[in-house]
């Protein structure tokens, strides 16, 4: 099983370009919405049949001119602060019930607390296209037609399980002598869990924060479903819905607005991966 | 072994037994507002689509009457539907076992240690991070049918001849295709770290005592890895599944279901009839179609936590 120096380094380059071939397909377009952002109108629409004009590069110097048009000539910025307004009230209503119902699970429930733990987790697996039909009922019943407020009531349907479901294994992980010494010390038992738990959880209660409002802004078919005017749309929905004026597509400005939604998206998730992941495989991982 | 603690932390809750019925009081008290949220906004809901499907309700107006199972006999002798059916499969079944195979090709990668790899990580990782109507929004770009940078390479390199040209979302064929590419992009992220995360949990011990034992490459592979990554493999294959038999987003971005409703599957196409042609009844009957495979994802889940519990 000895492998001579030529086998190490051909083991070597293999990897490599494994991890570079990756790479390249993952933020290939990511390269391209930052490289359309800022190349001018007519270095951008040459027909691709022109096999003299390099697509990939500037041939022409950039310009900010997209950037300028997104921000000041479109509703870009209403639908950034519509998407926070939205996230913001959807964390907000996620803490509110999934903090309470996590923290019971974990402590308070005994073997149908298991079960039920089972059955929120089985609600990720029920999809928003299924969802959306009934909702529409219940959004035109309750009169939230093209109200950011029907965003409001129905996100918390994939936050809250989600939320639940990570909270709760993060409660599990701190130790019972934590709140068993606080009620000893006098305190009843929702006095321990303001007092002790909850400062203890404070990283799992950012994560549960974090992802809220990821998702909320992430989301794209209720939004699409409920929401019909575009000055009340969300980022996800505006962006590929509203950006676009005639049929003409504004492509410089388009891709400067999925980047610059994308980018601090990113950044986030890279930081709470492991959280992230610990949200679907509690159990299976041991 | 019970389900319940197959999917809980390994640490059975001994507490259970030392609860004061105070603090079982409590515990159903702080469970409530949420139980009560998930029943009304999911459950509900969820039978009301049932219900829905069995009427011919319009988005127009509240009233609807009962017509029994005729939508779905119209639904399964329409052309555009069995279509849409066969696409999800197709879409689902390629897409699942590229994402498998290239995941573990992926993760297996990155569990060697090498030079710049938190930020492969964070790259590799955008696609599922980007809110998925403005990454494919990027796609739609590159499969632009007169500038499409995919087309310009491939006539640089010759391979499209003079007069030559794909129309990437103008073709069926085409079409899937570019709804499969993006959808494996943006999935591969999500099931490697779910991989690696399975090949990281096995500890290095367990490979150190098989290598004393003498274990060649593929005895390890079939007696340590393979089962030990199969409650992982299965969460991420169960996962992916059921993203993508039930995602709408890049088919409604790339092709609108076009041309000529070629490229719709279920869910785009429950939303084309239920909601933006207004016939609710029929809209809810075709994500009906949804359920089937759903039920069996969530009994396999159950199942499969419960077998690696066992083992």
Known sequence: MRRGPVQKALAVVAHRSVILAFT???IFPFYWMLITAFKQNS??????????????????????????ILFQNTLYPTWLFNTLWVGAIVVIITLVLAVPAAYSLARLTGRWGE?????????????????????????????????????VLIYPTFTVPFCTWLLMGFFKTLPKE??????????SR?????????????PGLLTVVIFALTLTIQE?????????????????VGVPVALVRGDVYYWGSLMAACLITSAPLAVIYNFFLDRFIAGFTVGAIK | MDTAEALTTPAPLKAADTLSPRDRRLGKLLLAPALAYIFLLVALPFLLALFLSLT???AGSLDFSFVGLQNFKNVVTNPVFLRALRNTFVFTVVSQVLVMVLGNLLARALLKNFRGKLLVRFLILMPWAAPISLATLGWLWIFDSTFSVINWALKVVGWLGPGQWYYWLGDPTLGMVAIITVHVWRLLPFSTVILLAGLTSIPAEVHEAADIDGAGPLAKAFQITIPMMLPILTVAILFGTVFTFTDMNVVYLLTRGGPYNSTHVLASLAYQEGVLGGDVGRGASIAIFLL????????????TSRRAEVA
């Open chain 1, 24 to 26: 390249a397909f993952a």
């Open chain 1, 178 to 187: 934590v709140e068993e010494s606080a009620m000893v010390d006098g305190c």
């Open chain 2, 56 to 58: 011919n309700s319009s």
């Open chain 1, 43 to 68: 270095d951008l629409y040459v027909g691709a049949s022109n096999t003299a004009h390099n697509p990939f590069i500037f041939n022409q110097p950039p310009t900010l001119i997209h950037l300028r």
């Open chain 1, 190 to 202: 929702l006095g321990a869990i303001g007092r002790v738990v909850l400062p203890l959880a404070i």
């Open chain 1, 115 to 151: 079960r039920l733990s089972i059955g929120i987790f089985l609600t990720y697996l029920v999809p928003s296209t299924l969802l959306f039909i009934p909702f529409s009922r219940l959004v035109a019943l309750l009169g939230l037609q093209n109200q950011l407020g029907a965003l």
């Open chain 2, 292 to 303: 089937p495979l759903l039920v069996v994802m969530a009994i396999l889940m159950l199942r």
């Open chain 1, 220 to 236: 794209f078919v209720y939004s699409l479903t409920f929401i019909s005017s575009v000055e009340r749309m969300t980022v996800s």
